[in-house]
Each structure stands twice: as structure tokens, then as C-alpha cells.
Nanobody
Framework: QVQLVESGGGLVQPGGSLRLSCAAS????????MAWYRQAPGQQRELVAG???????NYEDSVKGRFTISRDNAKSTVYLQMNSLKAEDTADYYC?????????WGQGTQVTVSS
């Protein structure tokens, strides 16, 4: 059974930091491209950052320079370090695993940026 379990969300003040984690099980983690998506209320889910199995990364323009995605293949975990958070970063954040044969989603973790 495949599971992607996110953690690390919460309430943070503008300018603060959070680190999200996504622990995967039931998949050969190193064979998947991993990504973080987010969905704000009333909006479509959007890609925030992705990382290939060899560590190549890409970021949505609004988070470049503030967010960092990384992965630890030995721990089957992907991370999203979020710094200089803004109110517009408020959303549910979802972990995604994809390869040519399958795609999986986590259940999401809520991030709220507010004073």
C-alpha cells in the first residue's frame, strides 16, 4: 500500500519559516520525481516545487529564492523548506510522487501565514 504522509504545516507569522516533510512508503522512492503542490481556498492546485530522482529542481516563480525542495532517498522523504513566508503562501500543501507508470498524492498539510 502506497502512502505519502506530510507533516510540518501550521500557523506562522509573515516572514517566518516552516519545513514540510513527506515520508513515502510502498514505492521505490528513488525512481519517482517528487513534488510539492498547494491549493488555496477557491483556487486550483498549483505546482510549487519539484525534484527529480537525481536532484534537479524547479520552482514556481513566486517561491524562487524563498523555498527549497530536497530529498533523502535513504529515508524516502522529500522536504520543502519555506522561508520568508507571505500571507499569499497560505494553502494546503500536497506531496506528489510520479513516474511513467504511476502517480500518488498525500493527504495534505495546512500552512497558514498570518499575524
Amino acid at each position: 500500500q502506497v502512502q505519502l504522509v506530510e507533516s510540518g504545516g501550521g500557523l506562522v507569522q509573515p516572514g517566518g519559516s516552516l519545513r514540510l516533510s513527506c515520508a513515502a512508503s510502498g514505492i521505490i522512492f528513488r525512481s519517482y520525481v517528487m513534488a510539492w503542490y498547494r491549493q488555496a481556498p477557491g483556487q486550483q492546485r498549483e505546482l510549487v516545487a519539484g525534484i527529480t530522482n537525481i536532484g534537479t529542481t524547479n520552482y514556481e516563480d513566486s517561491v524562487k529564492g524563498r523555498f527549497t525542495i530536497s530529498r533523502d532517498n535513504a529515508k524516502s522523504t522529500v522536504y520543502l523548506q519555506m522561508n520568508s513566508l507571505k500571507a499569499e503562501d497560505t494553502a494546503d500543501y500536497y506531496c506528489n510522487a510520479v513516474n511513467p507508470r504511476a502517480q500518488y498524492w498525500g493527504q495534505g498539510t495546512q500552512v497558514t501565514v498570518s499575524s
